[in-house]
């Protein structure tokens, strides 16, 4: 049902390496959102952008963590110097808006393991 | 604390019975969602749904915006049901914010 792609699957880094992971939304959706989910269940929100232009971060994301929403490119999401802690399932969801009016689709994930 | 929260942490199941997943949200409720997450990760949307009664299938969502809480009704469970349920709510800033899924295990 969703139809947002996401590359790769699987990411394995080491530390101090970066990790760069992409993300096309569905075809017309022009809301993305990045959020981290750990080994625990936690989904932690990193970014959205509503088109090129972000929306809202958090200070993880402002510090070590780097996104982008290109025109006809896919989005990316970078991680400069990964730390063993970045290690989670990196999940790229898209939207016709805001998630208050309008249901959210996922890819499969990026799973990042950093060693 | 956790904005939303779900229960049963885990359930399983005998292939053939019901099960029902709860969800309650501390805060005012704009929208929510549920879904189901594959083992290996990939998000499947199940239900769009802020308040009221949806169906799809074997799958019930219930939604009381008053009372701040959701239920997802599973009726004779498959071996394919097993999985992680989650819950979302809705937010204008940050999307979703997630609870901690119902983990689901459904044996022959």
């Known amino acids: 049902n969703s139809k947002v792609i996401q590359t790769p699957r699987y990411l394995v880094k080491g530390q101090g390496q970066k990790a760069k992971m992409r993300c096309i939304p569905e075809?017309?959706?022009?809301?993305v959102f990045w959020y981290q989910q750990n080994k625990n269940n936690e989904f932690k929100f990193l970014i959205n952008?509503?088109?090129?232009?972000?929306?809202?971060q958090i200070d993880m994301t402002e510090k070590r963590f780097s996104a982008e929403c290109p025109s006809n490119s896919p989005c990316s999401l970078e991680i400069q110097s990964s730390e063993a802690g970045d290690s989670a399932l990196y999940l790229c969801?898209?939207?016709?808006?805001?998630?208050?009016?309008?249901?959210?689709?996922f890819g499969a994930g990026t799973r990042l393991s950093v060693l | 604390g956790q904005q939303v929260q779900q229960s049963p942490a885990s359930l399983v199941l005998q292939e053939g019975e019901n099960a029902e997943l709860q969800c309650n949200f501390s805060?005012?409720?704009?929208?929510m969602q549920w879904f189901y997450q594959r083992p290996e990760g990939s998000l499947v949307s199940l239900f769009y749904?802020?308040?009221g009664t949806k169906q799809s299938g074997r799958l019930t969502s219930t939604t009381v915006i008053k009372e701040r809480r959701s239920s997802l009704h599973i009726s004779s469970s498959q071996i394919t049901d097993s999985g992680t349920y989650l819950c979302?709510?809705?937010?204008?800033?940050?999307?979703?914010?997630f609870g901690l899924g119902t983990r689901v295990s459904v044996f022959p």
């Open positions: 952008f509503q088109n090129q232009e972000v929306l809202q």
């Open positions: 969801a898209s939207s016709l808006s805001g998630a208050s009016q309008n249901t959210l689709y």
């Open positions: 075809k017309g959706h022009p809301v």
């Open positions: 979302a709510m809705g937010n204008y800033a940050q999307g979703l914010t």
């Open positions: 749904n802020p308040s």
């Open positions: 805060t005012s409720l704009n929208s």
